[in-house]
């Protein structure tokens, strides 16, 4: 039988991803020693209480019912938690719970836009920002992130005619994959340009506590008029490692949080009620560990950087998230190219720019996911390979 398939799924690719996998699965069989700094997830454990309030909550047979909503104590946990962390005063009408990031992100578009509505999305930008509002036939129009402008978009350089038919723009700071901060003036400004325009902003906020340089990530919310234009996603993922639980939250502006909530309501029964619990634990629980593991983070990054220049790399401290931003060294113009041969010569894995737009091109991806030693190590298999010319 010849399957045809929908416009929309032939449109996403698995592209280099597939090409990097065959390529590590070769180089093990091979047994030859791998340094995988392609994928985001923490290789840092839960708090111990975390875990313990999953374990306890899952010996309740009454907890694998459909949950249907959040719980309760979760939503007052959040509360707590933003209040606490961000000095945000929420009503809970303006938080949600959603099953991570990536998920809402892939949704959000549908309760805000219709088919041909635009989109504005960074280039370069996490790929999520431009496939969920494509996958509700919205027409993107990417704004340019250039190192020039530390990576902040130009309002100015966008048509007038753009902005006004534009209903919603995602940003995202401390960036993936640019790993940059923006200043306050920033937020001042994208508020402006949204009350302007009418145009609802969703901030991405997955690194807000993985910020470096002794400085504190903070809310796109605590700026004046943000809750009047926008909402903000908040990810329990990376400040928590509860990355497989899939708990993140909406909050902002309560129309919008009831009209996405009740769009959920067609396709989601609710997580899983121990996972819940978990996440009532995280919120409510100590912030020592996290700012520990902020640290850490912090360590790795100065041991790869550090390193890459060392040996002949120009590669620049990130200013946050669990990533370094790396332009490619002398003597290469092709991400994806480098990021095979690196593969091959070094065993150190990478992932092109251009898997986060047209503008990632002349970049890599590395994840600070290895311990300092290990980061060490793969910064000795570079040069051993010859690729990096002084």
Request: net charge negative.
């Amino acid at each position: 039988m010849n399957h045809q398939f929908s416009d929309k799924a032939n449109q996403i690719q698995t592209g280099i991803f597939a090409l990097l996998d065959a390529k590590k699965n070769e180089l093990l069989s091979q047994g030859r020693k791998i340094y995988n700094l392609s994928v985001g997830t923490p290789d840092f454990r839960p708090a111990q209480h975390i875990m313990d309030a999953v374990c306890k909550a899952a010996a309740d047979p009454e907890n694998y019912k459909y949950a249907l909503v959040e719980l309760p104590e979760l939503l007052q946990a959040a509360q707590r938690f933003f209040r606490r962390r961000f000095d945000l005063d929420l009503a809970l009408d303006e938080i949600m719970a959603l099953y991570g990031s990536q998920e809402g992100m892939t949704h959000i578009a549908w309760a805000l836009c219709n088919p041909g509505d635009i989109v504005l999305t960074p280039n370069p930008g996490y790929p999520i920002f431009s496939i969920g509002p494509q996958l509700c036939d919205a027409q993107l129009w990417e704004y340019p992130l250039y190192p020039e402008r530390g990576f902040l978009p130009d309002f100015d350089a966008i048509p007038e005619d753009v902005a006004r038919r534009a209903k919603l723009m995602v940003v995202s700071y401390p960036g993936n994959p640019v790993c940059k901060l923006a200043p306050e003036s920033f937020y001042r400004e994208l508020i402006d340009f949204a009350k302007r325009n009418e145009i609802v902003i969703l901030h991405d906020n997955a690194y807000a506590d993985l910020v470096f340089g002794g400085r504190t990530g903070g809310s796109f919310l605590s700026y004046e008029g943000a809750k009047e234009v926008g909402i903000e996603f908040y990810s329990l993922s990376k400040t928590f490692n509860y990355t497989g639980a899939r708990v993140s939250f909406a909050i902002g502006n309560a129309e919008i949080i009831r009209k996405f909530k009740a769009l959920r309501t067609q396709f989601d029964y609710g997580t899983f009620l121990p996972v819940q619990y978990g996440a009532i634990a995280a919120l409510d629980g100590p912030f020592d560990g996290v700012l520990q593991q902020c640290r850490d983070y912090e360590e790795r990054n100065r041991a790869l950087c550090d390193g890459l220049r060392e040996i002949g790399w120009d590669v620049p401290d990130s200013e946050g998230t669990m990533f370094v931003w790396a332009p490619l060294p002398k003597g290469y113009s092709n991400s994806e190219q480098f990021c095979l041969e690196l593969m091959e010569r070094s065993g150190v894995i990478a992932v092109p720019g251009t898997s986060f737009g047209s503008l990632g091109e002349g970049y890599i991806r590395l994840a600070l996911v290895l311990p300092p030693e290990q980061l060490r190590e793969a910064v000795e298999s570079i040069r051993r390979s010859g690729m990096i010319q002084p």
